[in-house]
């Protein structure tokens, strides 16, 4: 490798995975992620557990990652980091440990916007959307409707104003005792039942926005008054139940999606986050597209859910227009996309 590549190291550790990866040239050569099993137990992301897994994690994840590429520290052009949305501890580990290592070796410094990573997943392999294309964002903290007008020229033109669908997916499921993350095994469980045994409800929002946090509550009363006729009763319809959670949940999803297309005339849909792992979901957009004659994008399943690959990608297009961030960079909990 000679001095004119473009070699970055790229870190996320924004909520319960932490990830590295190598990017050359924009080519990704690897994705190491290390999963946190610790907050399984709890039904949800523990914030201080996976700081500190984080801490454990980050540097043999690191190691193996430049060990994995065929490189050394020193062929490093830059080092990217997430800088936010995510958990604040989680967020500090990787952020600190970006900045002493740019400071340490004398290279720039990328901020990455995890949001607009998810997104960018779709261009670490072929087919890459060409722009504009509409993407649906849907991740365990958010669901978003973005117009993505270039690799850095995004704008939010809907999202949820109260819980993100991966939630409501993981809320659900814990109320049908399954362990977290939960999104993944009404998936599972989907697969073998009906869709149209329980109606639960689609609650419908002003624009293009969403709200997933009455569904919660529908499922809750649901199964509390099904629970007193028979104790037995969610083991008895487990993947009727969860298929006719995840029937309402993608039905909301794709009226939206729908909607935003249709105004913003565009051909190209893309889905990004966690949830586009959803087999059901992938099935339905696939349907849709087929339908209205749309070109679909939907990334590899590594791709889908956390990882330090597309944070690497967005770090790529950053340093190409020279976009670097301070030594005085911090965290973000939020951030806007
Ligand atoms: O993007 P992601 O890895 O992390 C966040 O940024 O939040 O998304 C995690 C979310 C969790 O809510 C998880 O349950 C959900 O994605 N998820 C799924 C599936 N795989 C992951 N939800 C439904 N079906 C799946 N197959
Ligand atoms: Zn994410």
């Given at each position: 490798m000679g001095t004119n590549n473009i070699v970055i190291l790229a870190i996320e550790s924004s909520c319960d995975e932490t990830s590295a990866a190598v990017i050359v040239d924009g080519k990704v050569l690897n994705n190491i992620v290390a999963t946190q099993s610790v907050h399984e137990k709890y039904g949800g992301v523990v914030p201080e557990l996976a700081s500190r897994a984080h801490q454990e994690n980050l540097i043999p994840v690191v190691q193996e990652a430049i060990f994995s590429a065929g490189i050394s520290k020193d062929q490093l052009s830059?080092?990217?980091?997430?800088?936010?949305?995510g958990l604040m501890g989680s967020l500090l580990v990787g952020v600190s440990f970006a900045k002493a290592l740019a400071y340490a070796r004398g290279i720039p410094l990328i901020e990455v916007n995890h949001m607009q990573a998810h997104i960018l997943a779709h261009f670490i392999d072929a087919p890459q959307p060409s722009f504009p294309f509409i993407c649906l964002?849907?991740?365990?903290?958010?669901?978003?409707?973005?117009?993505?007008k270039d690799h850095l020229d995004m704008t939010v033109i809907g999202e949820t104003q109260d819980d993100a669908v991966g939630e409501a997916f993981d809320k659900?499921?814990?109320?049908?005792?399954?362990?977290?993350?939960?999104?993944?095994?009404i998936d599972r469980h989907a697969k073998n039942g009906n869709p149209k045994a329980f109606t639960f409800p689609i609650t419908r929002m002003p624009e293009l926005n969403y709200s997933f946090s009455g569904i919660k509550t529908a499922v809750l009363y649901f199964l509390r008054d099904e629970l007193k006729e028979n104790p037995n009763f969610i083991e008895e319809n487990l993947s009727d139940l969860c298929a006719s959670i995840q029937f309402s949940l993608i039905q909301m999803l794709l009226i939206k999606l729908k909607l935003a297309v249709a105004e913003h005339q565009v051909k190209n849909v893309a889905i990004a986050g966690g949830v586009s792992a959803n087999?059901?979901?992938?099935?339905?957009?696939?349907?849709?597209?087929?339908?209205?004659?749309?070109?679909?994008?939907?990334?590899?399943?590594?791709?889908?859910?956390?990882?330090?690959?597309?944070?690497?990608?967005?770090?790529?297009?950053?340093y190409l227009k020279g976009e670097f961030s301070s030594l005085e960079v911090t965290p973000?909990?939020?951030?806007?996309?």
């Open positions: 830059a080092i990217a980091f997430t800088r936010g949305p964002t849907v991740s365990g903290g958010h669901t978003q409707l973005v117009l993505v659900t499921a814990k109320l049908l005792g399954l362990p977290y993350p939960g999104g993944p095994l087999s059901g979901l992938r099935e339905a957009l696939g349907q849709l597209a087929k339908e209205k004659n749309w070109n679909l994008f939907i990334p590899e399943f590594e791709y889908c859910t956390d990882n330090a690959a597309m944070i690497a990608m967005a770090a790529h297009y950053k973000l909990a939020k951030m806007k996309l």
